[in-house]
């Protein structure tokens, strides 16, 4: 029986070790232009977008970056499309993010504001499944007028 205790604590202390090791990867950032890029077009607007492919990749996301250029983001992507949540933990900046799927604008979360110290995290997803989401500067959407429905297209 004390071996069952001791295979157990060892157990516990085995997956205690991994989340705080993936705490410690993820708290470092994707540094900026490390990742391979695209461009996207949603309505006449274009953004060159650093794609985020990788477990860890997305993880970071833009976390811990100081801020992100006019006409820069992120692009994530999921496949199958799910209803993926997104936290803004480590940001330093506020964020617009564009649900997409088929190339397709499907829901658009709007001045998602940075994870402050103390505070209960906020988790945003899609209302429906998407394949990808853009992550670009909080308040774009407004200002290049993006729309539900609007076609997306990347190169």
């Not at 103390?118 to 670009?136: H, N, T």
């Amino acid at each position: 029986m004390k071996s069952v205790y001791i295979i157990i604590g060892i157990m516990a202390i085995i997956g205690i070790g991994l989340i705080v090791l993936f705490f410690i990867i993820t708290s470092r950032p994707n540094k900026e232009n490390s990742l391979k890029t695209a461009k996207i077009s949603i309505g006449g607007s274009d953004w060159e977008v650093e794609k985020s492919e990788t477990l860890m990749q997305k993880a970071r996301g833009l976390s811990y970056r100081e801020s992100l250029g006019k006409d820069k983001g992120m692009i994530f992507f999921f496949d199958p499309p799910s209803r993926e949540s997104f936290w803004m933990k480590g940001m330093n900046f506020p964020l617009d993010m564009i649900w997409i799927r088929d190339n397709i604008v499907i829901d658009i979360t709007k001045n998602a504001p940075p994870l402050k110290d103390g505070l209960r995290p906020l988790y945003y997803s899609p209302k429906e499944p998407a394949d990808m989401v853009l992550e670009i500067n909080a308040g774009q959407a407004d200002e290049f007028v993006i729309e539900i429905v609007d076609n997306v297209s990347a190169s």
